[in-house]
């Protein structure tokens, strides 16, 4: 079995007053080694006020497929 570690995350924020409280809850979940780019964007789905798109190596495992 093979795991994934998050390395490089781009996170877009729709209100920027909201990045204090999600700044904190993203660093908890992906962690201290996921490099983290911030950008206050419109989001094209209305009901999101956060996207994350991230980018993750493979840990040692056996190849997929």
Do not use: F, M
Not at 10 to 35: E, F, M, T
């Amino acid at each position: 079995q093979c795991s994934y570690q998050l390395q490089l995350a781009k996170v877009y924020l729709r209100n920027a007053h909201d990045y204090p409280l999600a700044a904190s809850i993203v660093k908890a979940l992906l962690g201290p080694n996921c490099q983290t780019g911030w950008l206050q964007a419109d989001i094209c789905r209305t009901e999101l006020l956060i996207e994350i798109e991230g980018i993750g190596v493979r840990d040692e495992g056996p190849a997929l497929g």
